[in-house]
């Protein structure tokens, strides 16, 4: 929070502990969305003990599934806007508030985004605060099954005093 003192602006930033259940965000570009259902799809028991937040379409394919295919599976979820419409942005504001632990952003480098700056800024945003991100399924793979997926863990945390300080 920022609190003012006479002409001094103090910032305080509270370091959150990765709980066991983690805040799981989900983004595909529109070429990517079925590997990420169907990464989802094969990971929904694990998944399913963490919430997740996704941008609109991404998050109503997801809904889709779990409705059709594994309606026994309860899920926690959270749908934003569609990333083009302000979803990628109200993402990276969850990320700015310490509210998404692990980003999986499965991404087309082929094909020209029309929102490519939202999704740079997500993900500069996502590398600022040092969250997991996870751009290809190898990655989100790797990280679903590692040891640490389902226990807390304090992740480094960037000191930006300096730059707070800085004379403009």
Known sequence: YIKARGNVVCL????????????IALVAHDTQKKDLVEWVR???????KH???????????ILEMFEHELPDVKISMRLLKSGPLGGDQQMGAMI???KIDFLV??????TPQPH??????????A???NIIMACNLTTAEFVINSPLFNSEFKPVVRDFTDYMKRTV
């Open 12 to 23: 305080k930033i509270k370091v959150n502990i990765m709980e066991h259940k983690k805040q």
């Open 127 to 129: 590398v600022i605060y």
């Open 116 to 125: 490519d700056v939202d999704v740079k800024a997500l993900i500069r945003v």
């Open 96 to 98: 700015c508030d310490g």
């Open 105 to 110: 952003f499965l991404t087309d480098p082929m």
């Open 51 to 61: 919430e997740l937040i996704c941008t609109g379409t991404t998050g109503k394919l």
């Open 42 to 48: 094969k990971n929904a028991n694990k998944l399913s």
